[in-house]
């Protein structure tokens, strides 16, 4: 895939799961759950223990998932996350090296932002999508507010997105939403209910639908 296919990949998908676990095989379960509950794109975080083994197992395992990295704070970690398989790189902050890297890569990149200066300084500086980030201290109205005037910027907003406020993040204008705990309920994933991590990313995925008018 392009970086232009695997950005309109996930712009279908309109939701990211944003995956944190303490072993590779819990991950894969709950990559397939997610997957058949509608999210085929799964970020795993750069926190994740032996993270670059993870992304290269579920990359390998799952058939028709998008695999990403996220924290990802630096062009070294972006290139270890590429060689092990991540098809787009998010981070919480824009560092101008690691956008670099993902381009000579060809892979998708979302560096984060909080103001719109930042924003417009990430996406100037290459970025597929700008992860607007701490989306929970912003709200949806931020996200309208900035798409006013930069029409033309895809913006994917992480940090309390749920399955309450994503139709409204949809409505004010995100591209996609990158959700993690809204997913990855707490005793669903102690008691490893699947079945409920599958229903929680159906109804995120119907709320982006109606967001967008689907």
Known sequence: MTRKSKKEY?????VVGVVRTDSSERLVKVARALKKGGVSCIEI??????ALSVIKEVSERIDGVLVGAGTVLD???ARSAILAGAEYLVSPTTDMDMIKMCKRYDKVVAPGAFTPTEIMTA??????????FPASRLGPKFISDVKAPLPQISLMPTGGV???????FIEAGADVLCVGSALLDKEAMKGENYDLIAKNAKTLVEAVKKGRGL
């Open 10 to 14: 996930l712009l279908d998908s309109g």
């Open 45 to 50: 975080a750069m926190t994740t223990p032996d």
């Open 75 to 77: 062009a070294e970690t």
């Open 123 to 132: 996406w100037q500086a290459g970025a597929d999508f700008v992860k607007v």
């Open 162 to 168: 749920s399955e309450e406020n994503a139709q409204e």
